[in-house]
């Protein structure tokens, strides 16, 4: 039996009153329960003791007989058992050292979901009915699910601008790996130019957040005059300005997508630099630039549509000069200050910065992908750890 790949289809729903009521008080206990496993697994750390998961789900048996918990049990129990499954792969991500340690949820600032699996859900001619609840969901079907399509999981969410979501987990028979092609191409990205390729072609930045920043600014100033509290008008002001940031993040993502889709279609091999962009958004007069670009995101997107479409991302060291190098003849420039977009060579060649920096990202990570990892690459992607970072994982205790 052929084996598919497993995508999100997401889409916007509107519930009624009691359907919205059902689902708040599902967040509300998906919260709950994952906060009180993440608080007895901290405190049994602290003792040198280990709690697994299936401790955790005996712990919820109990939580749910005791008097001060019973309404737990006003939801369906499948979301309150995903809470633990999803804490027991974030410690099982942080021991591995992929993440930092889980967090407690917050009311407020949290994503606020929760997941169904098969036995919490009917889905039926195009109709998606929960647990606990006599309607189906008022879905609006912005694309078609793959025919025949049975979704493996539910997740429902509640964004910041009051917008509710339903993301469908499906098999899509039509992702399926591309023609191969011969053609490579190397991105380097900028704040002046989002893209810079090794073609020559730059890709503007849009500077989303920029463009929407005196309809942000408006709304934060109103959001700022209201008294702190749990008043209707402040959660009016905060949903304005969640509103505009949902705008900016929608148009950001519509904008990545389409950028990312037509480098995996056009090419075979991406080659990219390996950016700590943690570490540069520590720089505040280049951080909400930085933010804006989302540089993580389209990384994030380019190696996962390459998986899926079979084609290969090379990311290389981030401290390879791929601005001071020439492309031409290989001489290293001393210094290559920000300010300077345009130099030439010893050579006689004059190089654009940001295309003269693509080229040789293509160079060095095309070098890697033949010779191995001595040619200082960080990682072949998806998939695989860096060649030259290899560090013993801890163990869970």
């Known amino acids: 039996m052929a084996t598919f790949v497993k995508r999100a289809f997401k889409y916007r729903f509107y519930p009624t009153d009691a359907q919205a009521a059902e689902l708040s008080r599902t967040f509300g206990c998906v919260r709950k329960v994952y906060n009180l496993a993440l608080a007895a697994r901290t405190q049994a750390w602290a003792r040198q003791e280990r709690v697994s998961y299936h401790q955790t789900s005996a712990m919820l048996t109990a939580w749910k007989k005791s008097e001060e918990l019973a309404y737990l049990n006003e939801v369906s129990s499948v979301p309150l058992q995903q809470a633990l499954r999803h804490l027991q792969t974030a410690f099982t991500n942080f021991f591995g050292r992929r993440a930092r340690h889980p967090r407690f949820k917050s009311r407020k600032k949290s994503r606020k979901s929760a997941e169904y699996t098969t036995s919490a859900f009917r889905f039926r001619a195009g109709r998606l009915t929960l647990a606990k609840m006599a309607e189906p969901l008022e879905i609006v079907w912005s694309r078609p699910l793959p025919e025949g399509a049975s979704p493996s999981t539910v997740t429902v969410s509640k964004d910041a601008a009051g917008r509710w979501y339903v993301s469908l987990l499906c098999e899509d028979p039509s992702v399926r790996p591309l023609p191969p092609t011969h053609a490579a191409v190397g991105v380097d990205v900028g704040l002046d130019h989002l893209l ?69 279609r056009e090419n075979q091999t991406i080659v990219i630099e390996d950016l700590a962009v943690q570490n540069m958004m520590k720089n505040a007069s280049l951080a909400r630039a930085i933010s804006d670009a989302a540089w993580s995101d389209f990384r994030s997107m380019l ?33 290559m200050p920000l300010n300077v977009r ?20 293509l ?34 205790p």
Request: one cysteine or more; charged letters at 30%.
């Open 196 to 264: 810079t390729l090794s073609t020559g072609e730059k890709v503007s930045n849009p500077r989303h957040e920029h463009r929407d920043g005196a309809r942000l600014a408006t709304a934060q100033r109103q959001l700022a005059r209201k008294a702190k509290g749990e008043g209707a008008n402040r959660a009016k002001a905060r949903r304005k300005v969640a509103k505009v940031y949902a705008r900016i993040t929608d148009r950001r993502r519509d904008h990545l997508h389409k950028i990312t889709t037509r480098l995996v």
């Open 303 to 335: 190696e996962y549509k390459a998986q899926w479409y079979g084609r290969a991302v090379i990311a290389i060291d981030q401290w390879f000069p791929s601005s001071k190098l020439c492309s031409a003849c290989g001489s290293l420039q001393d210094t």
């Open 363 to 396: 160079a060095v990570g095309l070098t890697a992908s033949v010779c191995g990892a001595d040619v200082r690459p960080q990682r072949s992607t998806p998939g695989g750890q860096s060649a030259m970072k290899q560090k013993t994982p801890r163990r869970e």
């Open 342 to 361: 345009a130099w030439t060579c010893a050579c006689g060649t004059t190089h654009d910065r940001d295309v003269n920096a693509a080229k040789n990202i």
